[in-house]
């Protein structure tokens, strides 16, 4: 989940299936920054759902932001061609 206040202040959390379906030992990607969730304050947030050891291989929520920053900055250069 993300959550923006009327200050423009941002937060994202996200959850597990709980310690009932946990494998012991195993860290999900949840906790990990990029993969359940992710913020950026100048770019936005992005959450994921979906497959935990797949989510924590690939960083969506991290990579979707970084990949916006990066059309962003393209955009103004690409504009004036």
Do not use: C
């Not at 709980?18 to 992710?38: E, F, Q, T």
């Not at 050891?53 to 061609?81: C, N, Q, R, Y």
Request: glycine residues 14%; aromatic residues 6%; negative net charge.
């Amino acid at each position: 989940m993300i959550a923006i206040d009327q200050n423009g202040n941002m937060a994202a959390g996200s959850s597990t299936n709980g310690l009932n379906h946990k494998i012991a030992g195993r860290v999900g990607d949840s906790p990990i920054p990029g993969a359940g969730a992710y913020v950026d304050k100048d770019v936005g947030g992005a959450a994921a759902t979906g497959d935990g050891d797949v989510i924590l291989k690939f960083l969506p929520s991290f990579m979707l932001l970084s990949f916006s920053v990066k059309v962003t900055a393209l955009h103004g250069p690409l504009e004036w061609l």
